[in-house]
C-alpha cells in the first residue's frame, strides 16, 4: 500500500469508497454541516493507494473553529471493504495526525466511536455544541499540543468562505 496526498483526479474515487463504506444519506449526519460550503485541509486529506492502483482507504479533514479557537475536523475516513482489518484505517489516522502535528494544528475534534479512537489518543469532549443531532458521548478530541483543549468551549462552527 502507498498513502499520498489526495488529488482532484482522485475526489470521484473517494466519494464512491464512502458511499460503498456508509449508509445511505452520510451527507445529512450533523458533521457533514460543519463541512458544507467549505474546502477540505488538502495537505492532510490522504488517499491509500492498492497494488491495483485503486484506492483502498481515504481520510479527510477540516478546519472548524470553536469560541475562535482553530481546530481540524477529522473525518471521514474509510477503508475498501476487501482491506478492512489490514490496519490501514489506522495507518491512515497515524500518518494524517502526525502530519498536523508537523504543520502546527494544535487540536483535532472527530464525532465518533470511543473505544475505537480512544487507541489514538483521542479522549471525550464536553462544553462543545455540535450542530443537531449529534450524540455527545460521540463528541472526541485530541490535543496535538499540550493543554490545547484546555478552556476550548463553545459552538463549533464551519470555516467555509462567505
Known amino acids: 500500500m502507498q ?3 489526495e488529488t482532484a483526479e482522485d475526489w470521484w474515487e473517494v466519494e464512491a469508497l464512502y458511499d460503498l463504506c456508509f449508509a445511505p444519506g452520510r451527507e445529512a449526519l450533523s458533521s457533514y454541516r460543519l463541512r458544507d460550503g467549505g474546502d477540505p485541509v488538502a495537505a492532510l486529506n490522504l488517499v491509500a493507494i492498492n497494488e491495483d492502483a485503486a ?3 481515504a ?3 477540516w478546519p472548524v473553529q470553536v469560541s ?3 481546530v ?3 473525518g471521514p475516513v474509510a477503508v475498501h471493504p476487501i482491506h478492512q482489518g489490514e490496519g490501514l484505517g489506522a495507518a491512515l489516522i497515524r500518518d494524517s495526525l502526525d502530519m498536523a502535528r508537523r504543520l502546527g494544528w494544535a487540536r483535532v475534534l472527530l464525532v465518533g466511536d470511543a473505544p475505537y479512537y480512544s487507541r489514538f489518543g483521542f479522549e471525550g469532549l464536553r462544553g462543545l455544541i455540535l450542530p443537531p443531532p449529534t450524540n455527545p458521548d460521540r463528541v472526541l478530541g485530541l490535543a496535538l499540543q499540550a493543554g490545547a483543549w ?3 468551549t463553545g459552538v463549533v462552527e464551519s470555516c467555509a468562505a462567505g
Open 68 to 70: 475562535g479557537a482553530a
Open 55 to 57: 484506492i483502498a482507504g
Open 3 to 5: 498513502l499520498r496526498q
Open 59 to 61: 481520510i479527510r479533514y
Open 150 to 152: 484546555d478552556g476550548v
Open 72 to 74: 481540524l475536523l477529522l
